[in-house]
């Protein structure tokens, strides 16, 4: 069974970083392409980041290039998402993703992703 825990969210302020952690307990991490989205209410969710199963690849929404950075450690079934110089607009419910083994994958489409964690909200003061 397939089991997203993310954590790491909190009050920071701006200009401050967190570190998110997406675990998995429920199978083997490392054969997944993993992403970070975000959602604020009343708006979709939104792509973040992502990385491919072997952390060769690596995508980012073009407003947290240079200010986030997504990177994974398969022998601890976890990837992470280092957020620096953040900004109120950063502001929002966390989420991480996986893809079913065997699906096409986008990096940046929810629809790609099967599998969601409960999400961690992170929020920034101005």
């Known amino acids: 069974q397939v089991q997203l825990v993310e954590s790491g969210g909190g009050l920071v302020q701006a200009g401050g970083s967190l570190r998110l952690s997406c675990a998995d307990s429920?199978?083997?991490?490392?054969?997944?392409?993993v992403a970070w989205f975000r959602q604020i209410p009343g708006k979709e969710r939104e792509f973040v980041a992502a990385i491919s199963w072997g952390g060769s690849r690596t995508y980012y929404l073009d407003s947290v290039k240079g200010r986030f950075t997504i990177s994974r450690d398969n022998a601890k079934n976890t990837v992470y998402l280092q957020m620096n110089s953040l900004k109120p607009e950063d502001m929002a419910v966390y989420y991480c993703a996986a893809p079913r083994a065997g699906s096409s994958w986008f990096p940046t489409s929810t629809r790609s992703y099967d599998y969601w964690g409960q999400g961690t909200q992170v929020t920034v003061s101005s």
């Open positions: 429920g199978r083997t991490f490392s054969r997944y392409a």
